[in-house]
């Protein structure tokens, strides 16, 4: 079923996950602690803040340009965003620490708050007064650092099961809910051109993310990539490739490059995210639904990955700023302001309550709301040692797709996470 648009939307454009550069945590430490000793080094205007960001498609500025006009008259200031793509949110931050000039409000990649909160750049958010009441679990790690609350999301995303509806009922068959009935169905779709699913194994941060379902429903772990259960998850992978189910160029595509093969009818099924959904809706005769990702066996709990960004303070020595910020950040990512990021964005409010509205409204979306449940972060186990453990098992799938043993190619992996190169 096509989800249809809230009213008077604009459509987003189709976000492409960016390569962040790795920046060494030295230099981070170094930078932002100088910037926390030595205060706002940058005269400023007491009424006015900013707010840094990575919403420089033309649709994201304009809703978070609302929100931030929103959110200024509501706490009497005036709230301005600064965009920059989102591989550059980091450096830029570095930079203007560097040069004592720090936003009062950085939206990180939550993958990479961690990194600027071990360097000592981050305010605890509790200690300014946000409240992570009606925020699951997940979700409160989502923004956390070793058990401080230093990120708020407004929305979370995740991934799930994108079908064609057409194709499944054509063909008799049921949505799949365990990797042998997916395996199986995914068999059975295989036909000329198109294959029974498609899911992103590239060398880049959307393999890995597409990878987590898999290894973590397994029993995999990131602290230790070397074991049976994470090795697992990937031959299950292979399978899919030699059944000729899965194209061999996964080991090369984005997931927007998923996306582009199923809406081509290239593939009945695939794995991706709601980011996609304003693309999907383009192609009118396209009749797709969505499940939860199946789970090695029928019972167990299909836990994906949180995506998305989270609302940050960063330390700049001025503590009557830092309370203002935090009530910038306690707005932003309000009840109201999350139904309404979400009704654009496609993405899964963060607040429970908040997230039973958005689902009233798009039921047809219901099983990302099942999905984001049980999904966690991807840094809540390893923290700011995620990018390490990401580029090894994004050298890992290259090797084992493409003709390497699971066992051995994560036995290396291991070693590259465990070293930091």
């Known amino acids: 079923m096509t989800a249809a648009p809230p009213p008077d939307v604009p459509r987003a454009r189709r976000r492409r996950t960016g390569r962040r550069a790795k920046v060494p945590f030295t230099v981070v430490s170094a930078l932002v602690a100088g910037a926390a000793l030595a205060g706002c080094g940058q005269q400023r205007d007491d009424d006015v803040f900013t707010v840094l960001n990575s919403s420089t498609d033309d649709s ?36 203007m620490a560097s040069s004592k000039s ?6 990180f990649d939550a993958s990479e708050m961690p990194t600027f909160a071990e360097a000592g750049g981050l305010v605890d958010l509790r200690t300014l007064g946000l409240s992570t009441e009606n925020v699951p679990r997940g979700i409160v790690d989502f923004g956390s650092y070793k058990g401080t609350y230093y990120g708020a999301a407004r929305t979370v995303n995740t991934l799930a099961l994108f079908y064609n ?33 498609a899911l992103s194994a590239g060398g880049a941060e959307d393999g890995v993310f597409q990878f987590t379902p ?14 049976r259960n994470v090795a697992g ?13 899965l194209s061999k160029s996964t080991v090369n595509w984005t997931q927007a490059d998923v996306n582009d093969q199923f809406m ?7 794995i991706n995210g709601p980011w996609q959904v304003e693309t999907l809706n383009t192609k009118k005769d ?41 009530k910038i950040v306690g707005c932003m990512s309000s009840e109201r302001e999350q139904i309404s990021y979400a009704r654009n964005s496609w993405m899964v409010p963060a ?30 186990k390893v923290g700011d040692r995620w990018p390490s453990v990401s580029l090894a098992l994004q050298s890992a799938f290259q090797s084992a797709l493409t003709g390497q043993r699971s066992e051995a190619a994560l036995k290396k992996a291991q070693q590259r996470a465990t070293s930091g190169n």
């Open 351 to 380: 607040n429970e309550k908040a997230a039973a509205t958005w689902r009233k409204e798009v039921p047809e979306l219901g099983a990302l709301a099942d999905q984001v449940a049980t999904a966690r972060s991807r840094t809540t």
């Open 286 to 326: 396209l009749h797709w639904e969505i499940a939860q990702i199946p789970v090695p066996e029928a019972g167990d709990d299909s836990v994906g990955p949180l995506g998305g960004t989270v609302l940050t303070v960063p330390r700049t020595g001025d503590t009557a700023r830092e309370k203002t910020a935090a």
């Open 60 to 95: 994201y500025h304009g809703w978070d340009a609302a929100t931030l006009a929103r959110c200024g008259k509501q706490l009497g200031i005036t709230v301005e965003q600064q965009s920059v793509p989102a591989a550059q949110v980091m450096t830029k931050s570095l930079r």
């Open 165 to 197: 509806k057409g194709i499944l009922d054509e063909a008799g068959l049921h949505v799949p809910t365990t990797w042998a009935e997916m395996r199986e169905s995914a068999k059975q779709l295989t036909r000329g051109k198109r294959y029974g699913i």
């Open 102 to 107: 720090l936003p009062d409000v950085i939206q």
């Open 233 to 245: 998850a990937l031959d299950y992978w292979k399978s899919l490739i030699d059944d000729g189910s």
């Open 214 to 227: 898999f290894m973590w429903s397994n029993g995999g772990d990131e602290r230790d990539l070397a074991t």
């Open 264 to 270: 081509a009818g290239n593939a009945a099924m695939m």
